[in-house]
């Protein structure tokens, strides 16, 4: 059990995940900030942010004020948004990412290995999710689709029931075809991420890092 | 060994595939007929056509002539061609189908099935062939698509290496996901077909048959 | 709104997910049976059992006492308290059933037809499950088996993460394959098939009905 | 064109492709040994190896003569064999593989770095082959496995129809899953690893090389 205290931006459906994960492994949430205010029970020495855009400032001032590790989870962040998490970065050291899971991090990975090893090959990206999601292709067919340098990849967007997301991205020769495929099961996936960045973060230098040298990097620093 | 005669007009890679399954199974070749002219060594007592339209008036001449059923797979067949067909299966059995594949048969049987049992879930079909392959969607994608009657269901289509053929149709809920799909992994499955019609056709009534007859109800009578 | 008004017995799991679903579509609970006792607050037209064989009597004795259909979700049933069911659907119309999904009596009938399609084909079966299902095979892959009328199917068993459930029937030919694939996404598909079977049963004569019977053959009766 | 001239050991069914897509990229066959005996018009400045154990010996003694690189694709080799090759290998360059598919070699490599990437994930093998292979599990599978050092890991054999080869390696954790999968389409893609082996190995310092190499570090020498 390591009893790191921290403190939880956001207690919505990633926020709660979050908390359980965590709390299950050792950690002990001493501060929450949420609609309802702030509820502090001790000073922590980690903040993560699952929240909106609007609660952007209150995090960056906790976080100077405890002078402590941040995790930047939440999406939609503007680019003077992203600056300030730069001129943070100088202090303390910052993970931010638009995607927790491990999973996608090797997605992109072995992508891009298939790619190289692969030139001339056919390449199919598909991608299936949940009927209620109206936008196509998903911003992580987008992720896979800049993989390949901007050489445009078409995208197929099926829509079907409750899936939760499936990504699939196709290499075609003459004689042999190898996909890469991702599915997600749960919500489960984006805390696990977040409990990985924690242990990632903890002894770091100030810098800013990103889910990828959680995954991929793990002893860098600064 | 039944030890039937037939005939054969095209002997390209359809036709010499369907002659290997036929002679392995008992029936003998007595009449071929081909770009390079006519060969025969006996009367036939069955007429296989896996020629273009351009042998089809030959082809409607050999029926005429020996009186004996036929089994037309050639495509591309106007409508004109397609009213004789009619008009000789008031003397002869006649079967006629774009595709003899058992599986693809199925395929359109089980969707029916499904669409009929699941009202009001999602439907998404795709289809993967060789980047040799420039139209879109597949001919059987789009036979896919009439099961539905007219409701407009997508067709993603991806082309990759040389691929023979895979078709897949997804019925998603909300709970649950169901598909059912076909991968063509050899010319000789169409071969096949022409050899389960030709045990269907030989003492069968005059008629017009097709290959879902052959299938689903071996037992009809013209 | 249908307005009917119904008893549920066991409200863990499966009966919270029934008691959200039904109240969605229009009906209202009056009774609820549970380890905590019995709530009532009017008279139910329709008795939801989604308890354990424990509460089995006590089902039985509402129903006896309301005169009223019953729904039996419960698994774990012996032979004795199937034979009581039967004694009971005497007086009112019962469906007993050991799994609620639409998708999975889909994927049993479309083996069926599969199967008599494809005579001399090769057969396999597939199941993935989240690593915690320690029984092999899956409950589900033994009723596909059973399709196959004795003939030894092998199944091949996955276990892995924590994947709801995926079952897939694979028939192979020389030249193609079929295959027919239902991935369980939620558990919301069950509630909704208990919703379908008291849509079902509210107006049947006396009788012992399946849930196959719900989804195929909707206007059985006795 | 390049206009290398080569020998050719054994015309079965992969010397036949390999001659076939060698003269497609540039390459003169002037010398081929097989059951017929031994046919030359010229000074091979490669030889390529396609036949079985057999032949092995009069292969080595047209390589000490001729002192050309060698392509080692034949299978059923022994120890004394591979030691024989090592020995040439001092003298010439030599490649050596049981499988020169571009793709297995990824699917290799891709399950390698996913194992690095997810410690403590489920991992689950399955392979599919045409009902005429006895053997269980293919020989692929068995490569995968050995990507696990030893940690044993399970592979479902699936029998069906006339498949060429698919292999699937999946990892689960808890809210998601990975696959990476290989399907072989054709008996060209051994051939097009050949051609790709010969480009190799022209100018290359004497080494015994592997497939590998070929793939993954192409500038690598001696």
Chains 1, 2, 3, 4 share one sequence.
């Not at 942010?49 to 960056?60: G, H, N, Q």
């Not at 800049?146 to 829509?159: A, C, M, P, Q, Y």
């Not at 290499?171 to 599915?183: A, D, N, P, Q, Y």
Request: charged share 20%.
């Amino acid at each position: 059990m390591n009893n790191i205290k921290y403190g939880l931006i956001g207690t919505g459906r990633l926020g709660s995940e979050v908390e359980t994960i965590l709390n299950e492994n050792g950690y002990s949430i001493v501060l929450k900030e949420d609609i309802n205010g702030t509820w502090q029970i001790g000073e922590p020495q980690l903040i993560i942010d699952c929240s909106l855009p609007e609660a952007f400032s209150k995090t960056i001032e906790h976080v100077k004020s405890f002078e402590v590790p941040l995790i930047m989870a939440t999406t939609g962040l503007t680019n003077e948004h992203l600056k300030m998490l730069h001129a943070v970065s100088r202090i303390v050291p910052v993970i931010q990412s638009f995607n927790y899971s491990i999973g996608i991090q090797l997605l992109l990975k072995l992508t891009e290995i298939a790619k190289n090893t692969l030139p001339g090959w056919d390449v199919e990206i598909t991608e299936t999710h949940h009927r209620f999601k109206k936008d196509k292709p998903s911003g992580t067919a987008k992720m896979i689709q800049n993989v390949f340098d901007g050489k445009e990849i078409e995208v197929s967007s099926l829509r079907l029931g409750n899936v939760a997301g499936d990504h699939t991205v196709y290499f075609g020769g003459l004689g042999e075809v190898i996909s890469i495929k991702h599915s997600a099961t749960s919500r489960r996936t984006f805390a696990e991420g977040i409990l990985k960045s924690a242990d990632f973060i903890l002894n770091k230098k100030p810098g800013l890092y990103t889910f990828t040298d959680v995954v991929f990097n793990p002893t860098k620093e600064g």
